[in-house]
């Protein structure tokens, strides 16, 4: 694994680059993971995995989180991240040991928005692949918040929030999980963001900039899928996240697709066997066809 930095768009980005021990240049893989998260928490393990099956992966922290740099920290912009990503592509594509023609995207949970976004729009992006994705719209969002009053709730608070920071500079925050805070990002008690042994790692302040909302809830990526034509594949189980968005999501694409579905919940996906090393091992058949 290397330690890289790369621009991202007049902010400096920190990843990590797993190159495989293969002789020329390999395709490449840009990994994302969950909203809120780290490289640390999920998109490492996905990138070495892809690495030791012959691909070059980068995985990295987006603009205010983690190791990289970007003021105000911790904030969910759908914006700001697919703007990350395409960032991240152009570093790739730009490396001896990546071959420019094949760049694949793979992310995982809120990541498979963003790189599906980022893929509706860069033509150097050839396959993606989502992994338990969650992928929402204005209806979705309503089924997994509570409704549509609790979702304008949650937009109203966020943008007063925005207020406050443009105003005063301070930033509210909430916890991401939290098992008794009932103002937290997600109110349960989630054994992978609580575990030391899991999620709960020191590079992850378990923090949510409550600002983020309106962005979040306002963002459509059923309506993305239209505009993707790169062969794209999901890896979902019904048991886990929204699966009800990953239908609609595949029935719109407008490309080659395939769908995986197998067993598990959510976390499961992010740190877990059988379901972590199905999925590597499924995207890997599937970047292997489709970035010859």
């Keep these: ?7 991202g768009g007049g902010v400096s980005l920190t990843g990590n680059l797993y190159l495989p021990g ?15 998260s ?5 998109a490492d393990r996905y990138a ?20 990289s740099e970007g003021l105000p920290r911790e904030v969910e912009s759908p914006a700001r991240k ?16 990546v071959d420019a023609d094949r760049i694949g995207a793979l992310g995982i949970c809120a990541a498979a928005m963003y790189m599906a976004d980022n893929t509706a729009h860069d033509a150097r992006v050839k396959s993606l692949a989502l992994v338990a994705p969650w992928l929402h719209d204005a209806a979705v969002c309503e089924d997994a918040y509570g409704g549509a009053d609790a979702v304008a709730e949650k937009i109203r608070i966020g943008r007063a929030a925005r207020s406050r920071y443009d105003e005063t500079g301070e930033v509210d925050y909430v916890p991401v999980v939290s098992a008794t805070d009932p103002n937290a990002a997600m109110p349960f008690g989630i054994d ?19 600002m983020a ?3 979040w809830l306002t963002y459509d990526s059923i309506v993305l899928a239209p505009k993707i034509t790169r062969p794209t594949l ?59």
């Design 1 to 7: 694994m290397n330690k890289i930095t790369f621009d």
């Design 22 to 36: 293969t002789d020329g240049p390999a395709p490449g893989i840009v990994v994302a993971g969950t909203w809120t």
């Design 38 to 42: 780290v490289k640390e928490l999920m």
């Design 48 to 67: 070495q995995r892809l690495a030791e099956r012959g691909y070059a992966a980068l995985s990295f922290d987006f603009t205010g989180f983690g190791e």
């Design 82 to 97: 697919v703007s990350d990503i395409h960032h991240a592509v152009t570093f790739l594509a730009g490396h001896a040991a």
């Design 192 to 210: 992978f963001y609580l575990n030391p042994g899991r999620g709960a790692i020191p590079a992850w302040p378990n923090r949510f900039a409550v």
């Design 213 to 215: 909302w309106a962005d």
């Design 234 to 292: 999901l890896v979902h189980s019904e048991d886990a996240a929204i699966p009800e968005g990953a239908h609609r999501f595949h029935a719109a694409l407008a490309g080659p697709k395939d769908v995986y579905w197998t067993q598990g919940t959510q976390f499961d996906f992010y740190d877990a066997e059988p379901q972590v090393s199905l999925a590597v091992d499924t995207a890997t058949a599937h970047f292997a066809r489709t970035l010859r």
